[in-house]
């Protein structure tokens, strides 16, 4: 569900870049109280591993059409709404300016649509109010269903509106949230199925991270070898070697765009749209998380992709997802490292 440039105006993108802004702005001064040097790596390694798990599309059967996780409720589950929400935005960054995964001027869309409606609205309203009474597999399972499903169709209909805001009349509003909301109904079970499993592998390992996230606290001395050490051979895998898996079916996005407008991407306009598309190809250096190749290459590259065989084996794909579960990891930990010393200075200030 990674919006295109293409799709919204330079006011819409600016609206969303500000409200994301001060959403992150918020959750690092909420965070200061949850966060210690134990959560930097774990925030590090999730990013990571979420990461790797969206470079995996899965068919959605009798559509034709695939997704792939969203990751803010299982970020939000295993680090608490704030931390969650600056990791799912770290993530959408990188993916954004390296890898040319969703437009540099719908990011601020990318990050509210896919952080927000999952770290503010269906972890704390619905998967903790499920969740309040204990810890048991048919609650979780529940819970992170329910979720899932609703905190995507939030996200979904975001990007209908924000279509709609910027007067792409090629997706007219009725058709196209016709279309949006019943296939991300399906993606999102899907996603709730993943978090159950992420989940509950976490919860049986070290159960007091699910319930200090809960909290809003610093995680302490609980040891996160084995958690961290098993996340990070998941992200190390699923980027190098599930990602050959990926489905080559159109996510639901492009799905519902091709049933709405007959295509699969808009043509974008001239002025920032162009401007930042310009950048966006300096900076990505992995774009499609493939190595780069001229324009002439790419054409022979998208007639063989018609007739390769699936998994599609290939090593621009498994660097991709390495170089990227890397880069998210530092990022995110840096983040986690900036506000845990924000939050010693104030605390020697105070004092």
Not at 300 to 314: C, F, L, N, R, Y
């Amino acid at each position: 569900m990674h919006m295109a440039d293409a799709l919204i105006s330079p006011l819409v993108g600016g609206t969303m870049w500000v409200a994301a802004a001060g959403v992150a702005a918020y959750s690092i001064q909420k965070n200061k109280n949850g966060m210690d040097e134990k959560k930097i790596p774990l925030m590090g390694v999730m990013g990571a591993f979420v990461f790797a798990a969206q470079m995996i599309n899965f068919s959605i059967p009798a559509t034709g059409s695939s997704g792939h996780l969203g990751g803010g409720l299982l970020l939000s589950v295993l680090l608490g709404p704030y931390a969650g929400f600056l990791t799912i935005a770290s993530i959408l960054t990188i993916q954004a300016l390296f890898f040319a995964d969703g437009g540099l001027l719908a990011l601020g869309c990318n990050v509210f649509n896919m952080g927000f409606f999952t770290c503010f609205i269906a972890y704390p309203f619905i998967y903790k109010q499920i969740m309040r009474k204990g810890y048991f597999p048919a609650r979780m399972f529940s819970a992170a269903i329910l979720a899932a499903v609703i905190g995507l169709q939030m996200g979904a209909f975001g990007v209908v509106l924000e279509t709609l805001f910027s007067g792409k009349t090629e997706l007219p509003f009725s058709t196209f949230v016709l279309l949006m909301q019943p296939i991300h109904l399906a993606i999102g079970a899907v996603e709730g199925l993943v978090t159950v499993a992420v989940v509950g592998f976490v919860w049986k390992a070290r159960p007091e991270i699910i319930e200090k996230a809960s909290q809003g606290e610093a995680l302490g001395s609980i040891s996160l070898k084995k958690v961290i050490s098993g996340l990070a051979f998941f992200a190390l895998f699923t980027g190098c070697v599930l990602s050959w898996f990926a489905s080559s079916h159109p996510d639901g996005l492009e799905w519902s765009m091709f049933r709405t407008a007959g295509v699969e991407e808009l043509e974008a306009a001239g002025g920032i749209h162009e401007t930042l598309r310009e950048v966006q190809q300096k900076t990505a250096f992995l774009p499609d998380y493939s190595f780069k190749v001229s324009e002439s290459e790419e054409e022979i590259k998208a007639a063989q992709e018609e007739e390769e065989a699936w998994p599609a084996v290939s090593k621009g794909t498994s660097v991709s997802g390495v170089i990227g579960g890397l880069m998210t990891l530092v990022f995110a930990g840096m983040i986690g490292m900036g506000i845990n010393i924000a939050k010693r200075r104030g605390k020697t200030g105070a004092a």
